[in-house]
């Protein structure tokens, strides 16, 4: 089975922080309602960086780490609700700003905060047929734009970032799942654009969606792999909300310590928030060689996904 190695992951996020107490100035909410009901303490929101920009910083850092020359990518793939514009692609202004080669595919993917799963199945598949070895998968987005601050039930979640990774295909363990429940009410932005219009959510409709698709997924990717789930080192999920991880935890019968959290610091990043978690798990030395790690996801779509695989 041929299946992706993450050879080097990079991230970059904007440099303002936002805190709980800076958004209780802004609307009826408090930093303990955050805290308690997500696990989101501050994140970050664009000031005057564009996405292309976040994107860009986030996929030198990968390809410096991992030692591979832009020439040397293959596919170039951004998932992202949020891009600069609706064409060109963020991914064709990244290899604009990289230099990337002029025979490789390069383009946008949108599924939600699901989108950087099925980027890694996508550009698995792109590899295969074109017999290139390097992709470049990037999670993007900058929701702080399409926030509506006055709506306390959404401004609060959000956070912009982005997250790279500089995948090879390699001859190793892999197995994905991607799934898709069209439905235009729970989660929905119009756009895409500057001029795109205020997210919206049914919060509670997710939550429900959420603590069932996760689990499910998780059951899935394990039966296809024909692995336990004592096999998995580390579950990384969408950084969406404490409480959906725990309740998901809890229903898979797994230790919390082995789900990955960081919304804390980023809030939820939506198609970022999976390769954000992974460079920062790569930089702290929390994942080894030979490492078995399941990423799963869930968002707008209505999309959910994961992938089982070596590190
Ligand atoms: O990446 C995928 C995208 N989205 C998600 O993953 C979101 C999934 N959903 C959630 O995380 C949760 O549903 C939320 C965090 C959005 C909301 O938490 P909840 O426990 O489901 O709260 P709720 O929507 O049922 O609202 C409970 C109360 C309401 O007040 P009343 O009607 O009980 O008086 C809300 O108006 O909390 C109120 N509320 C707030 N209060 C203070 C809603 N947002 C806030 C807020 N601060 N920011």
Redesign the pocket.
């Known amino acids: 089975m041929k299946g992706l190695r993450f050879v080097g992951t990079g991230r970059c996020v904007p440099e303002k922080v936002v805190t709980n107490d800076d958004l209780s100035r802004l609307?009826?909410?408090?930093d303990e309602?955050?805290r308690t009901?997500?696990g989101i303490a501050r994140r970050h929101f664009s000031q005057g960086e564009t996405a292309v920009e976040l994107c860009t910083a986030a996929a030198r850092i990968a390809l410096e780490r991992a030692g591979i020359a832009p020439s040397e990518i293959g596919v170039c793939v951004v998932a992202t609700c949020t891009p600069d514009c609706a064409s060109p692609s963020n991914a064709c202004l990244v290899q604009a700003a990289l230099g990337l080669p002029e025979d490789i595919p390069c383009f946008d993917l949108a599924a939600?905060?699901t989108g950087f799963v099925y980027g890694l199945e996508t550009v698995r598949g792109l590899l295969t047929v074109s017999g290139k070895k390097y992709a470049l998968l990037i999670g993007c987005e900058q929701l702080s734009r399409v926030l509506d601050m006055t709506d306390?039930?959404?401004?609060?979640?959000f956070g912009d970032g982005a997250g790279a990774a500089v995948l090879a295909l390699e001859e190793r363990m892999w197995y994905a799942w991607l799934g898709s429940r069209g439905n235009r009410d729970v989660?929905w932005l119009n756009g895409p654009g500057p001029e795109t219009t205020h997210l919206h959510?049914d919060?509670?409709g997710?939550?429900r969606f959420?603590v069932e698709a996760l689990p499910a997924c998780a059951r899935t990717l394990l039966a296809g792999s024909g692995l336990a789930l004592e096999d998995i080192r580390w579950i990384v999920p969408?950084q969406?909300?404490r409480?959906?991880i725990e309740t998901a935890a809890k229903r898979l019968n797994c230790p919390i310590d082995r789900f990955y959290q960081n919304m804390e610091r980023y809030g939820?990043t939506?198609a970022a928030s999976v390769p954000i978690a992974l460079d920062e798990m790569a930089e702290q030395g929390l994942l080894q060689p030979g490492d078995r790690v399941m990423a799963i996801a869930?968002?707008?779509g209505l999309t959910w996904g994961g992938a089982l695989f070596e590190w």
């Not at 609307?27 to 408090?30: A, G, I, Y």
């Open positions: 609307v009826d909410t408090s309602w955050i009901r997500t939600g905060c306390r039930s959404t401004c609060v979640l989660l959510m919060g509670p997710v939550y959420a969408h969406a909300n409480r959906i939820n939506s869930f968002g707008a």
